[in-house]
């Protein structure tokens, strides 16, 4: 594991140690961590919530119904009994 060094003002290095104190977090390390790790998730929900804004916003809708998931299932299994 890398170590990394950062600068805080004392105000929010006050907030790391009292975060630290109340026993939710080992050491200042693992609280970074974790909001490094709700930092990566939000970014990957953004992510997520612009590709599918671009995918419902892509071309003109079809009607999803029994018959056109039975022609898709078919047409995939096509695919991949061609590639064997």
Do not use: C, H, N, W
Request: aromatic share 4%.
């Amino acid at each position: 594991m890398a170590t990394m060094t950062i600068s805080l003002p004392d105000k929010m290095r006050e907030f790391v140690e009292a975060e630290v104190s109340t026993g939710d977090y080992g050491s200042a390390s693992e609280l970074f961590r974790e909001l490094v790790r709700e930092r990566q998730k939000r970014k990957t929900q953004e992510q997520l919530e612009t590709l599918l804004l671009e995918g419902l916003e892509s071309g003109t809708p079809s009607r999803v119904t029994s018959e056109y998931l039975d022609k898709r299932r078919k047409s995939l299994r096509e695919k991949l009994k061609s590639r064997k």
